[in-house]
């Protein structure tokens, strides 16, 4: 009978931890679910203008080799980042015509992203919003030649290793949702899922199936935000950083802030119109400073107090190349390529040179497609039997090809591969080819 009762005490004991662990996760929960913003930006601190703190620390950028689809100027390596503030959304137009009078942008909404502006009207925002936050204006702007104040407690652009650093927000993936990333998740040319031109026929391998192409930017607050509390990082626009492009440097990785003088600015992140493997964490797009595309904006920085660090400044440096010695190269394979370049040469006056292969494409559609894409998924170089003698005669490449699968045909790849091209201008051209370009 004593054994029994002992039982039963235990018994009951067991009963009330249980229900006292019960009540516990169900309060858990429902305290979860109403603070369901707040728990998955767990590390998010604001400070008083709404910007987001960001702990410094050290980062792999760049992408691995075995990423699918990186670029040759993703160089992995090792970054350190001081801490900083950042916005966890784009600048929307309507907050850019407070400050600047006017909104450029192609699409217009209460909360969508400013885009169509230059990186030198970004910077002179930042220069104004400080003014009129009462802090001290980080740019020093004469013409093309801009200053950076690294000292100064206003606002800025980020640098591309920042950029990246809160964009991946502890991830190591090619995108910050972990997975191959889908149009329920970003804005962007949602036809063009992850690895869809490795799998173009058959998709059953798509970690991510095509989804929705909006064909608009969409609110700055649409989407999760990542786990630093940022959203849109992926997709709606390209953002401009501070950085001009050049090859990384890979001695200098302590707060590196890129070359001093270049032509292009460096933009991360992808647009509304781009394809996901161009939202990629590690993918550097480019634009001339001067220049305004509708699917490039921005996001605004700050220090996280005062820094050490020295000024730095960026100078535009225009090309001077010469345009009297034009040759125009393509590749065709229905004509319309060749069409073009003939058309081309017949106003230019320009010398031409069509791209012909050893062991030329099918000549049947259905087969040409399987050998294109074969080609391409295996990065193929087929062999060109035919050259260019003088090829250092040119300053100017006119490069024509059709539109495959949103990118250049393997022909191509083996022409660039073959020639030394430095310090030449070359101007793509690129017929129908089953896209909209």
Known sequence: MKKKKIIALVVFIIILVAGALLYYYLTLKKETKDNAVEDRNINVIKADDDLIFIKGGTFNMGSATSEIQREADEDLHEVSINDFYVSAYEVTGEEYESIMGTNPSNFKGEKLPVESITWYEAIEYCNKLSEKNNLTPVYEIDGNKVTWNRKANGYRLLTEAEWEYVARAGTTTPFNTETSISAEESNFYGHYPYGIEENYFSQENLETKPGEYRQTTVDVDSFKPNKWGLYNIHGNVREWVYDYYGKYDLKNTDNPVGPETGTLKVTRGGGWNDYAKHMRSAFRSTLAPDKKMNNTGFRIARNSDDTTLSNVTSENKTS????????????????????????????????????????????????????????????????????????????????????????IPMPIASFLDDYKLDNKLIIPFCSHGGGEF
């Not at 010469?322 to 060749?338: A, P, Q, R």
């Not at 050893?358 to 295996?378: F, H, I, W």
């Not at 250092?392 to 090809?401: F, K, R, S, T």
Request: proline share 3%; aromatic share 12%.
């Open 320 to 407: 001077h190349i010469s345009t009297d010695k034009i040759l125009i190269v393509y590749f065709s394979w229905s004509g319309n390529t060749e069409n073009a370049a003939k058309m081309i040469q017949e106003k230019t006056g320009a010398d031409i040179f069509e791209i012909e292969l050893e062991k030329p494409y099918s000549s049947d559609y259905n087969t040409v497609l399987d050998q294109a894409q074969r080609d391409m998924n295996k990065n193929a170089r087929p062999k060109i039997k035919n050259k260019v003698d003088n090829i250092d005669d040119y300053d100017v490449i006119l490069l024509g090809y059709p539109n495959w699968w949103a990118t």
